[in-house]
Antibody, heavy 122, light 107 residues
Framework: QVQLVQSGAEVKKPGASVKVSCKASGYTFTNYAMHWVRQAPGQRLEWMGWINGGNDNTTYSQKFQGRLTITRDTSATTTYMELSSLRSADTAVYYC???????????????WGQGTLVTVSS | SYELTQPPSVSVSPGQTASIICSGNKLGDKYATWYQQKPGQSPVLVIYLDTKRPSGIPERFSGSNSGNTATLTISGTQAMDEADYYCQAWDGSTEVVFGGGTKLTVL
C-alpha cells in the first residue's frame, strides 16, 4: 500500500536549519508530486510548497521563499524539506503529503506522512 | 491572498446530521477538498473535487460547493466522527490554502 514514512523529531536552536525526510513506498515515485504542510500547536494546517514527481521543479509559498528548500532523491524514493533561519514560530509538526499527480488547481493530498515534530528553542 | 473561513466548532448529537461550512470569495468557482484530523493523527482525505468520496470513506460523508460556500455534511453522525475538519482550495494554480479548521463534537 502507499506509505509515507518521515524522519524523527528534531530540536533546533534559533537560527539553525532543519532537514526532514519523507520516504515513499508502494507507488511509482516519479508519477506524483509531494507537498509539505506544517501545523503549529493548536493552529491550522499551513501549506509550504511542493516538488514535482517527474523532475526537480519546485513551487514554494511566498511566506517561505528564501528559507525553504524541497529536494528529492529518486533512487531512494525520498523527499526532503529543509527550512533555514529557524525561529520559535517555526515550532510545528511538519507533514509530507502526496499529490494526486501533477499539481494542478483542484488537486488533493493523500496519503499524508505521520508527521515530524520540529521544536525550535534556545 | 485567498482566505478560507470555517466556524471554530460545531456540535451534533449522535445519529443527527452535522454540517460544516467553509467560506471563501467565489469558492464555488474552485474545487473544495475536506480532510479529517483526529487528535495526534495525520489528516485524512474525506472529500475531494467538491463531492467525491475516496474509497474507504463512509457514505455518510458528503460535500457540496456553490457560490461562496462549501459544505461538508455528515449524516447519521457517529462518535468516531469527532475530529477536526479542514477545508482546502487552490488560490490560482500554484498556492494552496487551508481553512482554520472546525472541531466537531458529538455530544
Amino acid at each position: 500500500q502507499v506509505q509515507l514514512v518521515q524522519s524523527g523529531a528534531e530540536v533546533k536552536k534559533p537560527g539553525a536549519s532543519v532537514k526532514v525526510s519523507c520516504k515513499a513506498s508502494g507507488y511509482t515515485f516519479t508519477n506524483y508530486a509531494m507537498h509539505w504542510v506544517r501545523q503549529a500547536p493548536g493552529q491550522r494546517l499551513e501549506w509550504m510548497g511542493w516538488i514535482n514527481g517527474g523532475n526537480d521543479n519546485t513551487t514554494y509559498s511566498q511566506k517561505f521563499q528564501g528559507r525553504l528548500t524541497i529536494t528529492r532523491d529518486t533512487s531512494a524514493t525520498t523527499t526532503y524539506m529543509e527550512l533555514s533561519s529557524l525561529r520559535s514560530a517555526d515550532t510545528a509538526v511538519y507533514y509530507c503529503a502526496r499529490d494526486r499527480g501533477i499539481p494542478v488547481a483542484g488537486n488533493w493530498f493523500a496519503p499524508w506522512g505521520q508527521g515530524t515534530l520540529v521544536t525550535v528553542s534556545s | 491572498s485567498y482566505e478560507l473561513t470555517q466556524p471554530p466548532s460545531v456540535s451534533v448529537s449522535p445519529g443527527q446530521t452535522a454540517s460544516i461550512i467553509c467560506s471563501g470569495n467565489k469558492l464555488g468557482d474552485k474545487y473544495a477538498t475536506w480532510y479529517q484530523q483526529k487528535p495526534g493523527q495525520s489528516p485524512v482525505l474525506v472529500i475531494y473535487l467538491d463531492t467525491k468520496r475516496p474509497s474507504g470513506i463512509p457514505e455518510r460523508f458528503s460535500g457540496s460547493n456553490s457560490g461562496n460556500t462549501a459544505t461538508l455534511t455528515i449524516s447519521g453522525t457517529q462518535a468516531m466522527d469527532e475530529a477536526d475538519y479542514y477545508c482546502q482550495a487552490w488560490d490560482g494554480s500554484t498556492e494552496v490554502v487551508f481553512g482554520g479548521g472546525t472541531k466537531l463534537t458529538v455530544l
